[in-house]
């Protein structure tokens, strides 16, 4: 399974971007898929979570300003993030948590950087 994320970029504090992860290879069923970052000198840390049944889970400090939304179709999860600030700034990886075994995927990262 492969995960390929998009979307990121240099935004001005304020701004907004749309973040996609796409899953490909041998797919059977992905549960949940989710958006984790890791800014420098800092542990990765959840951003938002979506399972399959479409219940989701958000961080505290993105709550009413990330919206993450799955297209099971096309084994894609997005990530809608508005009102970005500079701590937002962060590489953001997609997970995917995949078939039966639960097995963990995660994509190779997409930086996202806020200026002030």
């Known amino acids: ?3 390929v994320e998009s979307g990121g970029g240099l935004v001005q504090a304020g701004g907004s971007l749309r973040l996609s992860c796409a899953a490909s290879g041998s797919i059977f069923s992905i ?3 989710g958006w984790y970052r890791q800014a420098p000198g800092k542990q990765r840390e959840l951003v938002a979570e979506v ?3 479409s219940s989701t889970t958000y961080a505290d400090s993105v709550k ?3 919206t993450i939304s799955r297209d099971n179709a096309k084994n894609t999860v997005y990530l809608q993030v508005n009102s970005l600030k500079p701590e937002d700034t962060a590489v953001y990886y ?3 948590v995949v078939g039966p075994t639960r097995l ?3 994509g190779q990262g997409t930086q996202v950087t806020v200026s002030s």
Request: contains cysteine; positive net charge; proline residues 0%.
């Open 51 to 53: 399972t399959s049944g």
């Open 64 to 66: 009413d300003r990330f």
């Open 31 to 33: 549960n949940t898929m």
């Open 94 to 96: 997609c997970k995917a």
């Open 104 to 106: 963990t995927y995660w």
């Open 1 to 3: 399974v492969q995960l």
